[in-house]
């Protein structure tokens, strides 16, 4: 991997809730969500303003099975790793809760029956 002065990488094993830390979770449980994708965690990096790059090809080399890809945001102002990680965490757990509510009023919707007078 190439060395980029000014950017900071992320990968979405960072904020997975079922993950362990050994697995490559860098945030605690209660912070963490389920089921993160690269989606979630740019949609997240958009909300908390960031300058980004996502890169949809690569593994984590954690689980270099899976091809979940990272984000790379430009840290201009030099802000350490692990304060854009936790508001990257705040970001993700928002997009994760609208995608959640979002599965909820699609799941009401299909199961309501119209009844006629």
Do not use: C
């Not at 002065?5 to 605690?28: C, H, M």
């Not at 965690?41 to 690569?58: I, N, P, Q, T």
């Not at 699609?106 to 007078?117: D, I, M, N, V």
Request: proline content about 2%; charged content about 40%; cysteine-free.
């Amino acid at each position: 991997m190439r060395k980029r002065d000014g950017v900071l990488i992320f990968w979405p094993a960072y904020f997975e809730k079922n993950y362990t830390r050994l697995q490559g979770r860098k945030i605690s449980s209660n912070l963490a969500a389920s089921d993160v994708t690269i989606d979630i965690l740019e949609e997240a990096a958009e909300s908390s303003g960031f300058e980004y790059e996502v890169e949809r090809d690569k593994r984590y080399p954690r689980n270099w099975i899976d091809k979940k890809g990272y984000i790379a945001v430009t840290n201009e102002e030099g802000h350490k790793k692990k304060r854009i990680l936790l508001m990257l965490a705040k970001g993700v757990r928002r997009a994760v809760a609208k995608r959640e509510s979002m599965r909820l009023v699609e799941s009401t919707k299909k199961g309501k029956k119209k009844h006629r007078k």
